[in-house]
């Protein structure tokens, strides 16, 4: 046989023996994003110069902690105190609104059990008279940071809620005995928040309510 065709018959064979283990490995692993490189436009004056190491990664801003989150944020991982003081905010007008509605299913997971039994007593107090509260929420502010504090294995932040409301009781006959449905009251509560430290539970409790110490 022919060496010449002997030769490139072999060399035949080992490209596709490559091709197909390039191939083959294309099906195993995909990298995924981590582990593709960023690549971004380098102008002539920006070239990194020669033995420079140039970035492709592009940095990570991360938000500036005030000083009442620093305890927190070193026993919670990836703790936002903008996420959460809108969180609380949200929790805030949910909560109430549900005791207004007289009804805290909806927010028992989020509640502790003497606080729960507390708004709950006050409901049954009010339906028992034939009363109705009826609540609309007109703002809520950012609530503000009384207090922050680790005690023990627990994360505890106490918190200021002014918001504006047209709160009214009306009885039976649906006069109204308390409040007018046509005046904005500004109300303020303070309301305190636990979560246990380190754990993956994103949630916090309220664990304890009262007014304005103003």
């Not at 099906?27 to 990194?48: C, F, I, Q, T, Y």
Request: with cysteine; aromatic share 8%; net charge negative.
């Amino acid at each position: 046989m022919d060496l010449t065709l002997i030769f490139f018959a072999g060399l035949a064979l080992f490209l596709s023996y490559r091709l197909f283990n390039e191939l083959g490995n294309r099906g195993g692993h995909e990298p995924d994003e981590r582990e593709r490189p960023v690549l971004r436009p380098v102008g002539a004056s920006d070239a990194p110069s020669e033995g420079a190491t140039a970035d492709i990664e592009p940095s990570v801003k991360t938000e500036k902690l005030p000083e009442w989150a620093e305890v927190i944020a070193e026993n919670y991982r990836g703790f936002s105190p903008s996420e959460f003081l809108d969180g609380a905010a949200s929790a805030y007008e949910m909560i109430v609104q549900a005791y207004a509605d007289g009804d805290l299913s909806s927010v028992r997971r989020f509640v502790a059990d003497d606080v729960l039994d507390s708004f709950q007593s006050a409901i049954d107090a009010r339906t028992g008279q034939g009363h109705e509260m009826r609540l609309t929420f007109v703002g809520v502010q950012t609530p503000k940071v009384k207090r922050s504090e680790k005690d023990g294995n627990t994360l505890r932040v106490e918190l200021e809620f002014t918001s504006e409301q047209v709160r009214v009781v009306k009885d039976g006959s649906g006069q109204t005995i308390e409040g007018n449905e046509e005046a904005v009251i500004t109300v303020v509560d303070c309301w305190a928040f636990t979560r246990p430290a380190k754990s993956n539970d994103p949630n916090w409790t309220l664990v304890a309510t009262h007014g304005s110490d103003a």
